[in-house]
């Protein structure tokens, strides 16, 4: 099986920082693309930011500047550093992996179970 565990999310002030992680782990052969998405209650989930195992990101138009997501590849791990955080960023955070597991010939979308990020005074 594989699984992916984000970490990280908690209360902060407008204006101040939080850096999520996500672990990958279980039969993995490799790791593509890895990507962190948010969705605030009563809206769709939203593209944050992504990046290739060669290290190209990807980012929402919302979070250009403020936002830097990079990755461990030994460590099979994402990390989303997010600055000069505002209340319109709350909402809960998740992570996605496009994983080709031992053994597989198809590479599958994984997804974790998401860690809530609050921005308010």
């Known amino acids: 099986q594989v699984q992916l565990v984000e970490s990280g999310g908690g209360l902060v002030q407008p204006g101040g920082s939080l850096r999520l992680s996500c672990a990958a782990s279980?039969?993995?052969?490799?790791?593509?693309?890895m990507g962190w998405y948010r969705q605030a209650p009563g809206k769709q989930r939203e593209l944050v930011a992504t990046i290739t195992s060669g290290g190209s990101t990807n980012y929402g138009d919302s979070v250009k500047g403020r936002f830097t997501i990079s990755r461990d590849n030994a460590k099979n791990t994402a990390y989303l550093e997010m600055n000069s955080l505002k209340p319109e960023d709350t909402g809960v955070y998740y992570c996605?992996?496009?994983?080709?597991?031992?053994?597989?010939?198809?590479?599958?979308?994984?997804w974790g179970q998401g860690t809530q990020v609050t921005v308010s005074s």
């Open positions: 279980g039969i993995i052969f490799s790791i593509n693309t």
């Open positions: 996605s992996a496009r994983i080709l597991k031992l053994g597989s010939v198809t590479w599958d979308d994984y």
